[in-house]
C-alpha cells in the first residue's frame, strides 16, 4: 500500500507526483521537478529511513535550472511496502533507479546520493556507468565504520511513535547525536517532518520497519566489497561531501576516494554528523561549482 505524508514542505519549488511500476508490481513514488531538456537531470536518491522530502531545499535552489527527479525507494514515503522485505537491498534498489530511468527515457543523470542513495549509486555504476553523467556522493563511501553501523542499527525498525512533532523532533536530535551542535528544537521539528508522517493521531516513521532486516543476517547491515563499484564510479567526475563529524565515513577512507580518480572533489562540512543536508554554504559552494559543468 502506498503512503501519503501530510509533512510540510519548506523552500520548495513547483513538481508534479508521479508513480511508475516496478517489474515486480510495486508502484515507485517520485517527484518530477521540470527543467530544460538540453542537459542531464539529477537525479536524488535518500538514506536508508528518508523518502524524496530530504531534496525539496535541494530542488527549490536548481529547479529550472535542471529537470529533478527525487524518488522514494520501496518501502519509503509514498512508495509501496514491498510484501518481500528480502527484496529491500541495494541491488533492488538499483534496478528500480534504472527502470525508472529507462521509464522516463533518461539516458544519463547526474546522481545524487545521501548515505543508502550513494551505494545505489556505486551499484548503478556497476553494471550502468553509461546512464551516470556525474554523481555526488553524500556522506558515503565504499567502507563504512563500525560506529556509524551501530548507532543507525540501533534505531532503525523499532517502530517508535510519537504524540506530537516536539516528541518526534527530540527523538530525532537523538538519533542523530545532537549534530549539528546549532540545531534549535524548531529545526529538529523540521527535519522529524522530513522523516515522518500522521497516522492514527500519532506520528510515525514513513517507512516500511521490514528494513531493517538487512540487518539481521551476519553481514550486519555491510554489504559486499564496494571499492570496485567505487573506482568504476570514480571514472566519472565525482564530489564528496563529508560531515566533519560523521560516524560513518573515516576521514581516511574519504582521502582515499579522493585519490581513486582524476576528477574526485572532496568538502568537509563542519560541526555536521551524517549525513549533510546539502544546505550548508560549503555544501552549496561546493555543489554550484560541480553542477556549472552539466549546464552547458
Given at each position: 500500500m502506498s503512503r501519503n505524508s501530510t509533512a510540510p514542505e519548506a523552500q520548495d519549488a513547483p513538481w508534479s507526483a508521479c508513480y511508475w511500476t516496478s517489474p515486480d508490481g510495486l508502484k515507485i513514488f517520485y517527484r518530477d521537478y521540470a527543467g530544460p531538456a538540453d542537459r542531464p537531470p539529477l537525479l536524488c536518491l535518500h538514506g536508508l529511513t528518508r523518502n524524496s522530502r530530504d531534496f525539496a531545499a535541494l530542488a527549490g535552489r536548481y529547479a529550472g535550472e535542471f529537470r529533478i527527479i527525487t524518488m522514494d525507494f520501496r518501502g519509503r514515503g509514498n512508495s509501496d511496502r514491498d510484501p518481500q522485505p528480502e527484496r529491500y537491498t541495494p541491488v533492488t534498489y538499483a534496478a528500480d533507479v534504472v527502470g525508472l530511468l529507462d521509464h522516463l527515457q533518461i539516458p544519463r543523470a547526474v546522481f545524487i546520493g545521501t548515505s543508502l542513495g550513494g551505494l545505489v549509486t556505486m551499484m548503478v555504476a556497476a553494471t550502468h556507468l553509461e546512464r551516470i553523467a556525474g554523481a555526488l556522493l553524500n556522506d558515503i563511501g565504499p567502507a563504512l565504520e563500525d560506529a556509524g553501523l551501530d548507532r543507525i542499527r540501533g534505531y532503525v525498525g523499532k517502530g517508535v511513535d510519537?504524540?506530537?512533532?516536539?516528541?518526534?523532533?527530540?527523538?530525532?536530535?537523538?538519533?542523530?547525536?545532537?549534530?549539528?551542535?546549532?540545531?534549535?528544537?524548531?529545526?529538529?521539528?523540521?527535519?522529524?517532518?522530513?522523516?515522518?508522517?500522521?497516522?492514527?493521531?500519532?506520528?510515525?516513521?514513513?517507512?516500511?520497519?521490514?528494513?531493517?532486516?538487512?540487518?539481521?543476517?551476519?553481514?550486519?547491515?555491510?554489504?559486499?566489497?564496494?571499492?570496485?563499484?567505487?573506482?568504476?564510479?570514480?571514472?566519472?567526475?565525482?564530489?564528496?561531501?563529508?560531515?566533519e563529524e560523521t560516524d560513518l565515513l573515516s576521514p581516511e577512507t574519504a582521502a582515499a576516494m579522493q585519490q581513486a580518480g582524476d576528477d574526485v572533489q572532496l568538502v568537509s562540512v563542519p560541526g555536521v554528523g551524517h549525513a549533510p543536508d546539502l544546505g550548508e554554504p560549503e555544501a552549496v559552494a561546493a555543489i554550484d561549482a560541480f553542477l556549472r559543468r552539466f549546464r552547458s
Open positions: 510519537f504524540a506530537n512533532w516536539s516528541e518526534a523532533g527530540a527523538y530525532v536530535a537523538g538519533i542523530n547525536n545532537h549534530l549539528p551542535a546549532g540545531n534549535g528544537p524548531e529545526d529538529w521539528i523540521r527535519a522529524a517532518q522530513r522523516l515522518c508522517r500522521e497516522e492514527g493521531g500519532r506520528i510515525v516513521f514513513d517507512y516500511d520497519m521490514a528494513i531493517a532486516r538487512a540487518f539481521d543476517g551476519p553481514s550486519g547491515g555491510r554489504v559486499f566489497d564496494m571499492w570496485p563499484l567505487y573506482r568504476q564510479l570514480a571514472r566519472k567526475p565525482l564530489l564528496i561531501v563529508r560531515g
